[in-house]
């Protein structure tokens, strides 16, 4: 759960550096700097390496950028640092020197701005939202399980959990409108939306009623056509307008729909001038939302951005803790780190197993165990694993080392073949269920104690060189995300 001082752990460092508007520009150039790369690099590359790019500070004419390791590092440094030069000059002309170096951001407020989109579950269909309604009234229509309390936070989504805190202690505040967050489904952006309006609805300590309209996009466009339709679009405008806070959820079901957006656009503009709070949440970055006219893009982008990150291991089990103990169920240890494991994809995905644990488990009167938790979610399990191919393993590997496909297969036995060629066989050993001689076949025919002996071999490598380790890991790390 959040407690106190997670909340106020994570709103120092937002405004630590005063909530100074300094701070703010120098926050929205670097938002429109990864923007910059992002186009300028490409999705993948950008995902790989550029988002684990954090802000260290600006000192008089020059700026430095952080990576937390050594290796990403010397590979941001080599391969994107004139990149990176350029688009901070074309950002902010005052910046000289870019000085790219190691350094983990202890300012989470600095994660977001290396923020780049998950990737898009599959089936990542613009959901209904049914949970709220556009509501003017207080209290009883509103979740009581979608709240700030309820939110478990962790690294992945610290920034997000402080951005709407803040949005929630004091709508409109500078820096914060509009309020964007994006992230994959079933990361928590609907949550924390519903933990906005229901604390102004319920908290706001005797200050006058604050109005909060909630809406999935779809729900707008639905009603903005019905208005159109009843010749009512006026009253449809007058009462988003009277409005303190508008949050649309789900921006991303507006591509490519224009004349909703243009409506959209109009009431966002009228509710930030007349100094009201908009929060909007997608799957993807304002810039990434393709089929979004530039001027709605661009102003969208101009408040605070947040990004959901995918959840880690840490938060699931903390995520599995909390609503085990909210359940009032006896859940095992190895369970919760076994469901952490494998169930690695979203919150709600995570949420509805252990819920079909609890359910079976209060069905048959049954503990919960290892065994029948193999057995109740063995449908849902089987979908995750075999998520790395071997394919994939080795096109990653080429990319990586900047081989051809065709040397994975290859008879040739240079060290720079070679030694990439390993890597990929202990990564495909490690990710996937092959066996070794399907791997061995799969590496132009070679046997299985070749594979072994490539296991081996970068196990041992690993061990004596950190460097080369890190390196490995970082492609393991990337085929599993
Ligand atoms: P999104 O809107 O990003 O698709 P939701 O907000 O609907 O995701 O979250 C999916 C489910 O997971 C909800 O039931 C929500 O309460 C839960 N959830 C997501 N993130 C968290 C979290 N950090 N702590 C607790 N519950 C969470
Ligand atoms: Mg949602």
Redo the contacts with the bound molecule.
């Keep these: 759960m959040a407690s106190d001082s997670d909340v106020l752990e994570s709103e120092r460092s937002v405004t630590s550096k005063g909530g100074s508007s300094a701070h703010a520009e120098l926050a929205a150039q670097w938002a429109r700097i990864n923007a910059r790369l992002q186009s300028a690099v490409g999705e993948v590359n950008y995902r790989a390496w550029m988002r684990h790019m954090s802000l260290g500070g600006v000192d008089g004419d020059e700026v430095a950028v952080q990576l937390p390791t050594a290796f990403m590092r010397d590979w941001v440094r080599d391969h994107y640092g004139d990149t990176l030069r350029a688009a901070w000059r074309a950002e902010n002309p005052a910046i000289r020197h870019v000085d790219i170096r190691i350094g983990h951001s202890t300012d989470a407020a600095e994660e977001v701005f290396a923020a780049a989109p998950e990737p898009t579950s599959p089936n990542s269909v613009p959901?209904h939202?049914d949970?709220a309604e556009p509501r003017h009234d207080p209290l009883g229509a509103l979740d009581a399980?979608?709240t700030f309390a309820?939110?478990?936070?962790?690294k992945p989504?610290e920034f997000a959990?402080a951005c709407a805190r803040r949005v929630a202690e004091q709508p409109a505040c500078k820096g914060f409108n509009p309020l964007f967050?994006y992230?994959?489904?079933?990361?928590?952006?609907?949550?924390?939306?519903?933990a906005i309006a229901w604390e102004l609805n319920c908290h706001n300590g005797g200050t006058p009623a604050v109005s909060v309209a909630y809406m999935s996009a779809e729900k707008f466009m639905y009603r903005f056509i019905a208005a159109l339709r009843s010749q009512s679009t006026m009253d449809f405008k007058e009462e988003l307008r009277s409005v303190d806070v508008l949050m649309i959820?789900?921006l991303q079901f507006l591509t490519g729909k224009e004349s909703t957006q243009e409506e959209f656009f109009h009431t966002f503009n009228a509710l930030v001038e007349a100094g009201k709070q908009i929060v909007v949440?997608a799957?993807k970055s304002p810039s990434d939302l393709s089929g979004l006219e530039d001027r709605l893009r661009t102003r969208l982008g101009c408040g605070m951005v947040a990004d959901?990150h995918a959840?880690t291991f840490e938060?699931r089990m903390?995520?599995l803790g909390?609503?085990a103990a909210d359940a009032r169920v006896e859940v095992p240890d190895r369970v919760m780190e076994f469901l952490a494991h494998k169930i690695t994809g979203?919150?709600?995905e995570?949420?509805g197993a252990l819920n079909r644990l609890i359910g079976h488990a209060e069905l048959f009167d049954q503990p919960i165990t290892l065994e029948t938790t193999q057995d109740v979610l063995r449908d849902l399990l089987k979908a995750h694993d075999r998520r790395v191919t071997i394919d994939e393993i080795q096109r990653r590997v080429c990319e990586h080392y900047k081989i051809r496909a065709t040397d994975m297969a290859s008879p040739r036995r240079a060290r720079n073949i070679a030694r990439p060629r390993q890597v990929a066989m202990y990564l495909a050993k490690l990710l996937t269920s092959r066996s070794l001689p399907e791997i061995g076949r799969r590496f132009g025919n070679r046997d299985h104690t070749t594979v072994m002996h490539a296991v081996a071999r970068i196990g041992e490598l690993m061990e004596r060189d950190p460097v080369f380790a890190e390196e490995v890991d970082l492609l393991r790390q990337m085929l599993e995300a």
Excluded: C
């Design positions: 959901h939202d949970r399980r979608y309820s939110f478990v936070v962790g989504n959990y967050l992230g994959g489904v079933g990361l928590g952006k609907t949550h924390l939306m519903l959820d789900d949440s799957d959901l959840t938060l903390s995520i909390a609503k979203n919150v709600r995570l949420e």
